[in-house]
Nanobody, 122 residues
């Protein structure tokens, strides 16, 4: 499995960004997809996850109501729509794939993408 994250950038507080994660190598719908972030000097943090068919979603409390995870199984791509961004959302965002939610929520997924930098200025 290969994961390619994109869409990061420098934005101001209150702005929006959409991250994308392109998946290849296996059957996309067979994997739960997630996003994990790591801010400077901090530990990695679970952000969001979505089940293989997109029926179930999971969010960290810190992003609930502001971020939305989706997937397009026809395009083998997962997305993270980030609205009302805050400076504390500044981090490298990694997409992840796993056969089970526990792998993503414990920051030990089967597969990692390379990360995309999101910087939110105040």
């Amino acid at each position: 499995v290969q994961l390619q994250a994109s869409g990061g950038g420098l934005v101001q507080a209150g702005d929006s960004l959409r991250l994308s994660c392109a998946f290849s190598g296996r059957t996309f719908s067979g994997y739960l997809m997630g996003w994990i972030r790591q801010a400077p000097g901090k530990e990695r943090e679970f952000v969001a996850a979505i089940s293989g068919l997109g029926r179930l979603t999971y969010y960290a409390d810190s992003v609930k109501g502001r971020f939305t995870i989706t997937r397009d199984n026809a395009k083998n791509t997962a997305y993270l729509q980030m609205n009302s961004l805050k400076p504390e959302d500044t981090a490298i965002y990694y997409c992840a794939a796993d056969s089970d939610l526990i792998g993503v929520t414990t920051m030990a997924p089967d597969y990692w993408g390379q990360g995309t930098q999101v910087t939110v200025s105040s």
